[in-house]
């Protein structure tokens, strides 16, 4: 599905939506980044009803800190909400009209 999503962005994207396709892109790629590190390098498995949680990934395997662990999947979390904030907000900016019409 990313492949399919990021051909219609980058081949189907009508020509009036450029400026915001690139937003679009960031947050695509963000989306991306973020599955193969949970699904690949991560693989976590939630003990419930603890709040707890085992680490099976490849950085586990590794030998990497459990903590360096979750700090990378936070860092990845916070830089897909971040885009997707940008996204919204150069939408919300190209809605509003200029100050300058505000007063005519």
Known sequence: ?????LYCLIK???PHQAKIRNYI????AAVILNGIYVDILMEPIPLFPAVAGICT???CRAGVR???????????YIWLAACI???CFF????LLPHASQLSK
């Open 1 to 5: 599905l990313n492949m399919i999503s």
């Open 85 to 87: 904030f940008f996204c």
């Open 91 to 94: 939408r919300h900016q190209t």
């Open 66 to 76: 459990p903590h360096s662990v979750m700090g990378g999947l936070f860092i990845s």
């Open 57 to 59: 990934g490849i950085l």
């Open 12 to 14: 189907e994207t009508p």
């Open 25 to 28: 892109l960031l947050t695509q």
